[in-house]
């Protein structure tokens, strides 16, 4: 079998969740004997040298998705290559997809499996975000539009999001959510007669197991992952960390990723002489895990968080927004990690100084969160990738 991953962005395992998922799949894909390559077209501004697991081949246009020349080099590709199972990392993206669409259409013999990794309907909970920011660039009266505007964007919203994903459905012969928790809302925007392509696979561990020592841990409170303002929003956690410090003085906060708006946080973070925040590029994060006490997330909408899954097996307490119905496949409140109030500053202030104040509790909560992996098994989620791709193959026969 002959396997393709197809991404808009690059598969740059230390940029994204996306291209690290995609990497550890080729892997365990490999081992079984199946050939697997990679195709996509754009490369992250950030993107430092690296080597990926598998073959990858960079489409001429990286700007406009959907163009002739795209789809011929795609079409390419796949004949080249003999190609069976188009896994199509960009299923909530409609230029990409529809490239997906047409290289394999013209190559009749490849199944295209869409994979959603996004809440299908993070549209409508960040329409409900009117909350403020520390950020210059972000102003008030930006928020007072958002408001004022809200019904007419809702209905806007729900217009092209289910145009979206109806097309999806329809153009594939697989579509994947990242949690079973997204069903609902993927039947709920969709309305359609019969949803038996739509399946759930979580996203699996991605490293060896072994067994962390969070005695070694330092006093430090970590982020890992783009840096990023409508979907990450790493300056709520900069304002809280503003408010934290001055009452931790042994703690840290380590910053550690690359976006759009990391100049503009280091800026900040300098005139409002916020302490001990330190901005690390991209890199490694198992050396980060190993050393912090404390996982942070304050996104306004996501997926599956892998960075959420891996820190949990090195001992990082997660604590995220519940603004994502598949948070208590990772969490359960209180025992392995806090969910806070979507987009509530002060409770995410107040989880934070109980933990960061409270060892005993720290330490306890950190031996349940080191649990949180074994939900999500390499090995058990590969056997359900592996079933997909032979009922989709059967019905060739």
Same mark, same amino acid.
């Given at each position: ?38 195709i ?43 190609i ?20 394999a ?20 909970t960040?329409l ?21 505007? *809200? ?5 806007? @919203?729900? $217009? &092209?999001?289910?145009?979206?994903? !109806?097309?999806i459905?329809? /153009?594939? #012969? ?17 309305? *359609? ?5 739509? @399946?759930? $696979? &979580?996203?699996?561990?991605?490293? !060896?197991?072994?067994?962390? /020592?969070? #005695? ?6 970590l ?6 303002y ?11 960390w503003?408010k ?15 976006g759009s ?26 050396p ?55 987009y ?24 349940e ?29």
């Amino acid at each position: 079998m002959n396997i393709l991953f197809a991404n808009d962005q690059e598969f740059n395992p230390q940029i994204g969740g996306i291209e690290r998922i995609s990497s550890i799949l080729a892997k365990e894909f490999q081992q079984l004997g199946y050939k697997v390559y990679f195709i996509a077209c754009t490369r992250y501004s950030y993107s430092k040298e690296y080597m990926p697991v598998a073959p990858q081949k960079m489409l001429s246009n990286s700007i406009e998705f959907n163009t002739p020349n795209n789809i011929n080099e795609f079409c390419a590709y796949l004949e080249e290559n003999d190609i069976d199972i188009i896994i199509n990392q960009a299923g909530n993206i409609r230029q990409f997809s529809l490239l997906c669409f047409k290289a394999a259409k013209l190559y009749k013999q490849a199944k295209v499996i869409s994979v959603i990794h996004i809440d299908p309907i993070y549209k409508f909970t960040s329409l409900f975000d009117l909350s403020t920011s520390i950020l210059p660039s972000q102003k008030f009266y930006k928020i007072l539009g958002r408001l004022l505007f *809200l019904p007419y964007r809702i209905f806007k @919203t729900y $217009i &092209s999001e289910s145009n979206l994903y !109806n097309f999806i459905y329809n /153009n594939s #012969n697989a579509v994947v959510l990242e949690s079973s928790q997204y069903k609902k809302d993927f039947k709920k925007i969709t309305r *359609l007669a019969s949803h038996k392509k739509l @399946t759930a $696979i &979580s996203n699996p561990f991605p490293f !060896n197991v072994d067994t962390p /020592n969070i #005695n070694a841990k330092e006093n430090k409170i970590l982020y890992v992952g783009r840096i990023e303002y409508w979907h990450k929003r790493v300056d709520r956690l900069l304002d809280i960390w503003m408010k934290l410090a001055p009452e931790f003085p042994s703690w840290s906060l380590d910053i550690v990723g690359d976006g759009s708006i990391k100049k503009e946080l280091i800026e900040l973070a300098k005139i409002n002489k916020i302490e001990r925040v330190n901005f690390i590029d991209f890199g490694d994060p198992i050396p980060y895990y190993k050393r912090s006490q404390i996982l942070c997330m304050t996104s306004t909408y996501e997926g599956l968080p892998m960075v959420l899954i891996e820190a949990s097996h090195y001992g990082c307490i997660p604590v995220a927004f519940k603004s994502f119905s598949s948070l208590p496949d990772i969490i359960d409140d209180g025992t392995n990690g806090y969910m806070i109030k979507p987009y509530c500053l002060k409770e995410y202030e107040n989880k934070l100084r109980l933990l960061m104040g409270d060892e005993v509790l720290r330490k306890a909560i950190q031996i349940e969160t080191m649990k949180i992996y074994k939900k999500f098994q390499t090995k058990t989620i590969v056997k359900q990738w592996v079933r997909l791709f032979e009922e989709l193959l059967v019905e060739n026969n």
